[in-house]
């Protein structure tokens, strides 16, 4: 008997602890009602992290509140980018739900927006918040981060968006960590990451120090100086910090800090406070890495027309790189139409001079700033 109720205790903790994807499917044959929250940093992401609830009082009262007809209802057409959904699943049935920055459930197949009582949503935010903290890194500066992982330690680098992984040596680096593959394996995996080219693109990562993991942002070029024999990698790359900068113009990389936003959560939360000059910057900084979950975060939607558009000028341009400024001051209005002049260089290193027209709203109640329209002048 004693056996048999430690048998049952330790399969409940299991089925409690948050899983992953590559520990954790959800099984169309389970008996068992359950909700399932789940974290993928974008909609392309190949890595996931997840956590089981079987708690029949909390399937209960979700079930209700879906199907409850005095339940308040919003018809949506379109709805802004998240990182959680909201499994619900008995029997042999699922349905997934997107939960929105609110709090508030969405089905995205119909088109509705449930309204949820607060109660509800404290519970349904006390599990995202758990998978949220074991999906993503801590956001440490340089100085903190250079404490944890000190010259010539060995640690795991995860590509945030696709959960591939591999052990890195930190060589160097005062203002940032400068490391090296570990072995020609590890190297094989971060040009797999790459998509088999090495890039100089910053990519969002998770430093895994222990059962500590840390936000970081990495390029993927090898260059300077080399330390450790047949890894076949010629060189080292950076790994930047919150606030870590260059070596040679000592300056913060802003693409690397948008990275390490990505890679701790925190981008949405970012952007959202962000003034207009942010905004422009991060568009840049959008195209430049080709990356498409933060264009998506700049608009007042994930669906705007425009961002099929300016997905096809990241496949066809090399770089894009601002000219011009625009005065930081306090915005009264609503509405600004701000143009900046940027270079712009094809994948044939042909270079055009290129005026872009950005037309920007501030929402009255959250105060953020998004991109409506964007217009170009050759």
């Not at 430690?6 to 948050?18: D, E, R, S």
């Not at 709090?103 to 998978?131: A, C, M, R, T, W």
């Not at 404490?147 to 160097?172: C, H, M, N, W």
């Not at 300077?224 to 000592?250: A, E, M, Q, V, Y």
């Amino acid at each position: 008997m004693r056996k048999k109720l430690l048998c049952y205790f330790f399969i409940f903790l299991f089925l409690m602890l948050p899983n992953n994807s590559l520990g954790f499917e959800i099984s169309p044959n389970q008996s068992l009602k359950q909700i399932i929250i789940q974290i993928q940093s974008t909609e392309s992401s190949n890595n996931t992290s997840s956590l089981s609830i079987r708690s029949k009082e909390l399937f209960r009262q979700v079930e209700k509140m879906l199907k409850d007809k005095n339940t308040l209802k919003t018809k949506i057409k379109y709805h802004h980018i998240s990182d959680a959904t909201l499994i619900l699943q008995n029997k042999n049935q699922t349905k997934t739900y997107v939960i929105n920055e609110m709090l508030n459930l969405i089905d995205e197949k119909q088109g509705v927006l449930f309204h949820l009582p607060s109660d509800l949503k404290i519970k349904i935010n006390k599990y995202v918040n758990i998978v949220r903290k074991k999906h993503y890194g801590y956001l440490l500066t340089w100085e903190q981060a250079k404490e944890k992982l000190p010259k010539y330690s060995i640690f795991t680098v995860i590509d945030l968006e696709t959960g591939l992984s591999f052990k890195v040596q930190r060589r160097a680096g005062s203002k940032h960590a400068d490391v090296q593959p570990l072995t020609a394996k590890d190297s094989k995996i971060m040009k797999q990451i790459y998509n088999g080219q090495w890039s100089w693109n910053r990519r969002a990562v998770l430093i895994q120090s222990g059962d500590y993991s840390i936000a970081g942002s990495m390029n993927g070029m090898p260059h300077g100086g080399d330390g450790i024999p047949h890894n076949d990698f010629s060189g080292h790359f950076c790994i930047h910090f919150l606030g870590s900068t260059t070596h040679r113009l000592k300056n913060v990389d802003l693409s690397h800090q948008s990275m390490l936003y990505k890679a701790a959560g925190m981008w949405t939360k970012y952007i959202q406070s962000a003034t207009p000059n942010d905004v422009i910057d991060s568009f840049f900084i959008a195209l430049n890495q080709k990356d498409l979950f933060l264009l998506k975060t700049l608009f007042p939607h994930k669906n705007h027309d425009q961002i099929e558009t300016f997905k096809e000028e990241m496949e066809t341009n090399s770089k894009i790189r601002r000219l011009s400024s625009y005065a930081e001051e306090e915005y009264d209005d609503l509405w600004l139409v701000i143009p900046i002049q940027a270079v712009l260089t094809t994948k044939h290193n042909k270079n055009q001079i290129v005026v872009y027209h950005f037309y920007l709203q501030k929402n009255a109640i959250t105060n953020t700033w998004k991109i409506y329209d964007v217009t170009k002048n050759y």
